[in-house]
């Protein structure tokens, strides 16, 4: 069992930025890939992006790519979503998640374990 909390959500402007933790239990954090999936009002949740066990491959959406990092920190049991030059389209709900594997996946069926989210909301 693993159990994800999310923090660092909050209020910003467009343009700045802000970092997200996902703090995960349990001792075999090495041992899973995690994504980050996002939900605005109205609408499915979406892959933003994911990182393998060891840190050392990462994969974003398109509406991400160079503006979002993800990082983790497995001494730490966590995993890190930097997001700059916000906009107001990021706005949602921003959920981690853990996959027993080494490999990132794009689905939300192929993730085993959800945290309950923290909200980001961006101003124009």
């Known amino acids: 069992q693993v159990q994800l909390v999310e923090s660092g959500g909050g209020l910003v402007q467009a343009g700045g930025s802000l970092r997200l933790s996902c703090a995960a239990s349990g001792r075999t954090f090495s041992s899973y890939a995690m994504g980050w999936f996002r939900q605005a009002p109205g609408k499915e949740r979406e892959f933003v992006g994911g990182?393998?066990?060891?840190?050392?491959?990462?994969y974003y959406t398109d509406s991400v790519k160079g503006r979002f990092t993800i990082s983790r920190a497995n001494a730490k049991n966590t995993v890190y979503l930097q997001m700059n030059s916000l906009k107001p389209e990021d706005t949602a709900v921003y959920y981690c998640?853990?996959?027993?594997?080494?490999?990132?996946?794009?689905?939300?069926?192929?993730?085993?374990?959800w945290g309950q989210g923290t909200q980001v909301t961006v101003s124009s």
């Open positions: 990182i393998n066990w060891s840190g050392g491959y990462t």
């Open positions: 998640a853990a996959r027993l594997s080494d490999r990132v996946a794009g689905t939300l069926h192929e993730y085993d374990y």
